[in-house]
């Protein structure tokens, strides 16, 4: 059964930052593009990065120079790590693993 835990959502204040984590399980995840999307009220879902097995990156225009997706192949666990945070930035964050989808973490940026 796949799993994938998702964690380090918060309330954070414009030009703060916060880390997240998303653990799998019960997948091998080496070989898997993994990615984090978000959806914001009344938007649809969309991609904020991906990483390939290998290690090739893709991001958002909207993020771009200040978000920074990583993966931990050992751990099977999958990093954002967001700087520079702005209210637009305000959404549920899921992660995704090949085909699979984690149950997604509120980050709110407001003053």
């Known amino acids: 059964q796949v799993q994938l835990v998702e964690s380090g959502g918060g309330l954070v204040r414009p030009g703060e930052s916060l880390r997240l984590s998303c653990a799998a399980s019960g997948i091998i995840f080496s070989i898997n593009v993994v990615g984090w999307y978000r959806q914001a009220p009344g938007k649809e879902r969309e991609l904020v990065a991906t990483?390939?097995?290998?290690?090739?990156?893709n991001y958002a225009d909207s993020v771009k120079g200040r978000f920074t997706i990583s993966r931990d192949n050992v751990n099977k666990t999958v990093y954002l790590q967001m700087n520079s945070l702005k209210p637009e930035d305000t959404a549920v964050y899921y992660c995704?693993?090949?085909?699979?989808w984690g149950q997604g973490t509120q980050v709110t940026v407001s003053s």
């Open positions: 995704k693993v090949g085909p699979y």
């Open positions: 990483i390939t097995s290998g290690g090739w990156t």
